[in-house]
């Protein structure tokens, strides 16, 4: 092994940094995404075990496992150190040295828990001790075997040395290869035809094809000039015939890769030694991804060229050296030198530039190969990501006009449309890929013969339509479908509960949750709809308990924040309303702009008796929505109970400007008219608008009967109190105040119908005693979200809200009711005043 001096080691630092300094400009694309932005392994509330248990993906590996599990580089980094560790194995006079041999089972693990392709490292140990530490070649080996055959020598005991090794260096392969086996549940990969054409092909094609690539990977180490991040589907054509002239290349590569190998093996000498190392460096860590054990999920892919490309390394710049060593050819091989190492550099800092961003990665794809639907989706999605749904759509098309039987080409197809609100159309293309599946087989995995996200197929067609709701039974089918299909479909139990909810079947929703829970009970998603399944059910304990389940798995879990704060707020118990304001408070500091946050904060502090926090709080909101209708009504309610009816007015301006037609708005500005501003006139409009808008309302019209007696017209107000007490003729304060009404009439005869006494209090205290009722009805009803906001906060279920002020009885807690009860025993004495006054007493 060579010393490398630091001045070199800085060299080769520098030149890296240089070729690669412009990628730091660069975003997470393509396998970033999944691996690094959404992958749950990377949280902090993850367990460490879940490391060893999931993929590089986060992925459990007894699922969707491929070929590509862990970093290229990484795994390098260990396959060369555990490499470096072994060549340190042989001892003084041919003595084994065993800590080195230890390391590099070691390190052997790390590189194959990195990428699979690390335990290759193995089988280049092994070489190196047979043919460089031991110095045998492959004739001298064959000599040897034949002599112990014959009986004619023993095995040397160096010989023996080297068989111990190499019995504990494979017999730590294959612990590590059972292991793997074990992980993965004694499963291959699942891949389809699109991932890996050939794979799937007949004889002689298939055989073909993969030799074919062989010499297509090595073009692209000789010559990197056109690189694809993405060689899928039609990427290269099926090699189907003997006669294709594409097989040249493959009798070319295989000749040329022979004539090495014969020259490496045969001959001594430590040019035949340099050339082995490299070919063992090219060949064995290529082999997991040459299709020869098992198939792969791709045709090409660089990546997998890395470790390879040491090798390749090595034989270019042996072949330099031998070069550069001839007198002749001396300068023209450094001018050669340094005209690869420049236009290298420049080619590498050009396609840094190709990884800014997933479009301008895609794009550069399709530059090189326009025959990959893979490509044409991929440039769609980094566009529909964009929200630019127009020009994603051509491309989603362009696909399927690439590979007609492409599914998940023609569910892009179908997903964009919908975006683009044409239902019609979306649901034809989701037809078109529907169609395009294997009919099922029962008690078959669906996953073993198609791509199980081809299965969102039915999950997308099935939302779709769920909306028309005439079609519900017709998308739980289609859930149903896919579930068959595959019973471990955790995102089909999903989204048949939400539906079933939506259907009023909360019971068999809540099945569904407890069957996906089963196969991922991590997911804070789910319980949080379970939690909302159980409102449902009325039963707000288990809610509760599921809310915080979800919160344990995701603190920052919005909707579980902002609904279980909500729950705790209904619940009527004052010792929970310390813990519902501090998830609000959580919840806004996550979500400032919503302005519902503040709004239930208001509702808590005016629950507390806070009149100033709550004030605040109700502000906030109004401010982030000027048309909050809730918060604008018990913001001017906040200032009425308060003695700020005089604030309220220019509140409830707003409102009604909003909502002409909110009729507690009305009732309200309506009393603060009569009661503060004395504006008689004003008020009755108030009350007339009431009516119009529903000529059934008792509080409206009992009001406007009280303006009338106000307006000393005693008979419209005798008339005006006998229809309202035909619209409640339970409503014994009705009855009582028509029957005083009468007996002043009575009293004051024919002439004196149209005039009061002239102490006024009866008259006063008649109008403030007909909107006591008001009074109450208002301090009894709040919101906590406005009525016209009708967003969902769950994928299931609309944001729990509290009784609507507008035309529902909210249902109270004791304390409240109690509280009206002594308002209603306060109103009764002060009618009962108003009655002895109005007959004389």
């Not at 992958?39 to 590089?56: A, G, V």
């Not at 579980?560 to 609000?584: C, V, W």
């Not at 504006?679 to 406007?704: R, S, Y």
């Amino acid at each position: 092994m060579a010393d490398v001096s630091l001045k070199e080691a800085a060299l080769i630092v520098g030149v890296v940094a240089a070729c690669y300094w412009n990628s730091l400009f660069c975003g997470f694309v393509f396998d970033d995404v999944s691996a690094i932005l959404d992958n749950k392994d990377l949280h902090p509330s993850t367990p460490l075990r879940n490391l060893f248990q999931n993929d590089f993906w986060g992925t459990p590996m007894s699922e969707v496992t491929g070929v590509v599990g862990r970093a290229e580089l990484l795994s390098s980094i260990f396959f060369l150190a555990a490499f470096l560790s072994y060549t340190k194995s042989k001892g003084p006079d041919n003595t084994i040295v065993w800590t080195p041999i230890a390391v590099t089972v070691f390190l052997v693990a790390v590189a194959t828990l990195c990428k699979e392709q690390g335990i290759t490292v193995v089988g280049i140990c092994c070489v190196y001790e047979v043919f460089i530490a031991q110095g045998y070649t492959l004739p001298a080996l064959l000599d040897t075997a034949v002599q112990i055959l014959r009986g004619k020598g023993s095995i040397p005991f160096s010989m023996l040395q080297t068989l111990l090794k190499l019995i504990v260096l494979m017999f730590s392969t294959l612990l590590l290869v059972v292991v793997r086996v074990q992980v993965i549940q004694s499963q291959l990969p699942v891949f389809t035809r699109f991932d890996n054409p050939a794979a799937v092909s007949p004889s002689p094609a298939r055989q073909l094809t993969f030799n074919y690539l062989l010499p297509v990977n090595a073009w692209l180490l000789l010559n990197p000039s056109e690189l694809c991040c993405d060689w899928t589907m039609g990427t290269i054509p099926l090699v189907e015939s003997l006669l294709d002239i594409r097989n040249i290349a493959t009798l070319t590569f295989f000749c040329f890769l022979g004539s090495l190998m014969v020259f490496s093996l045969r001959y001594p000498g430590d040019s035949s030694k340099t050339v082995l190392m490299a070919l063992c460096l090219i060949v064995l860590p290529f082999i997991p991804a040459s299709n020869l054990f098992f198939p792969v999920g791709f045709v090409v892919a660089e990546r997998v060229l890395y470790v390879p490309s040491m090798g390749f390394c090595i034989l270019v710049a042996h072949g330099w050296k031998k070069l550069s060593n001839k007198s002749v050819l001396r300068k023209i091989s450094w001018v050669c030198l340094a005209a690869v190492l420049f236009t290298h550099a420049l080619k590498t800092l050009h396609r840094n530039w190709d990884w800014e961003s997933e479009y301008t990665l895609f794009m550069s794809a399709l530059k090189v190969n326009k025959n990959n639907a893979k490509l044409w989706n991929n440039v769609g999605h980094a566009l529909e990501n964009e929200k630019n749904f127009e020009r994603a759509l051509q491309f989603f098309i362009q696909a399927t006009q690439v590979q007609p039987d492409d599914i998940g080409a023609h569910m892009n197809v179908g997903r964009t449309y919908k975006n683009l609100n044409k239902t019609k159309e979306a649901e034809e293309s989701y037809m078109i890929a529907k169609s395009l599946m294997p009919q099922i087989i029962p008690g078959k995995k669906y996953a073993a013969r198609v791509a199980p996200n081809h299965l969102n197929v039915y999950i997308n067609l099935a939302n779709l339509i769920r909306t028309n709701e005439s079609r519900l039974e017709e998308a739980d089918q289609l859930y149903r479908q896919a579930i068959s299909m595959r019973p471990d479909f955790k995102q089909a139990y999903i989204s048949r509960g939400e539906l079933l909810l939506k259907m009023n079947k909360p019971l068999k929703a809540k099945e569904a949750y407890l069957r996906a829970l089963e196969l991922d009970r991590t997911n804070a998603d789910l319980w949080y709809n379970l939690a909302i399944v159980y409102i449902e059910l009325k039963d707000p304990t288990e809610a509760l308990k599921n809310f915080n389940r979800a919160l344990e798995l995701n603190p920052t879990h919005k909707l579980a924040l902002f609904n279980s704060a909500l729950l705790m707020q209904e619940s009527g118990d004052a010792r929970l309303r310390p813990e519902a304001k501090q998830r609000l408070l959580h919840y806004v500091k996550e979500e400032p702009q919503d302005s519902n946050g503040y709004f239930n904060l208001g509702m808590l502090a005016m629950d507390d008796k806070k009149d100033m926090e709550a004030e605040a709080w109700m502000k906030k909101a109004i401010r982030l929505q000027p048309n909050f209708r809730s918060a604008l009504f018990n913001l001017a309610l906040l200032y009425s109970q308060t003695g700020k009816e005089l604030m309220a007015l220019p509140v409830l301006e707003d409102l009604l400007r909003y909502y002409p037609d909110h009729t507690k708005g009305l009732i309200l500005k309506g009393d603060i008219l009569m009661n503060q501003k004395k504006d008689i006139v004003g008020a009755k409009m108030c009350f007339e608008k009431i009516l119009e808008l529903d000529p059934n309302n008792v509080q409206g019209k009992h009001n406007l009967c009280v303006v009338y007696f106000e307006e000393k017209d005693l008979i419209k107000a005798e008339k005006c109190l006998v229809e309202t007490l035909a619209l409640a003729p339970h409503e014994e304060y009705i009855q009582r105040h028509l029957n005083i009404v009468r007996s002043k009439i009575a009293s004051l005869g024919a002439m004196e119908q149209l005039s009061l006494p002239s102490d006024g209090t009866a008259a006063t205290e008649a109008k403030k005693n007909s909107f006591q009722n008001l009074k109450e009805a208002k301090s009894e009803k709040r919101t906590t979200q406005s009525t016209d906001d009708n967003k969902e906060y769950s994928k299931t279920k609309k944001s729990i809200e509290k009784s609507i002020v507008d035309n529902e009885t909210p249902k109270k807690s004791t304390k409240e009711i109690k509280d009206i009860e002594k308002k209603r025993v306060a109103a009764l004495k002060r009618l009962e005043e108003i009655e002895r006054i109005l007959n004389g007493e």
